[in-house]
Nanobody, 124 residues
Framework: QVQLVESGGGLVQAGGSLRLSCAAS????????MGWFRQAPGKEREFVSA????????HYADSVKGRFTISRDNAKATVFLQMNSLKPEDTAAYYC?????????????????WGQGTQVTVSS
């Protein structure tokens, strides 16, 4: 079992920045691929970013590429999502996820563990 707890969400003006954190506990964090997804009201959960177990392979959704940066600290069992140049369309609940495997994964079904989510609201 892996427990995930997100933090760092909040209200920010367009153009601002936030840094989300996801702290993991339970089984060996470094053996898991990690991902960030988001879900806005009335919409399906969508992929944001993913990182492999070692941190040397990352993927981003086209909508956030160049603005968001994913990273991980295996010693602290934490994954981060640095979000810059935020736009109102980034408003959503952001979820951290963990999945077994050595790659980077962009679909929710690849992840077996999820956090409770943290709300990000970007005002115009």
């Amino acid at each position: 079992q892996v427990q995930l707890v997100e933090s760092g969400g909040g209200l920010v003006q367009a153009g601002g920045s936030l840094r989300l954190s996801c702290a993991a506990s339970g089984r060996t964090f470094s053996s898991y691929a990690m991902g960030w997804f988001r879900q806005a009201p009335g919409k399906e959960r969508e992929f944001v970013s993913a990182i492999n177990w070692s941190g040397d392979s990352v993927h981003y959704a086209d909508s956030v590429k160049g603005r968001f940066t994913i990273s991980r600290d295996n010693a602290k069992a934490t994954v981060f999502l640095q979000m810059n140049s935020l736009k109102p369309e980034d408003t959503a609940a952001y979820y951290c996820s963990a999945g077994a495997g050595t790659g980077t994964y962009m679909t929710p079904r690849e992840y077996g563990y999820w956090g409770q989510g943290t709300q990000v609201t970007v005002s115009s």
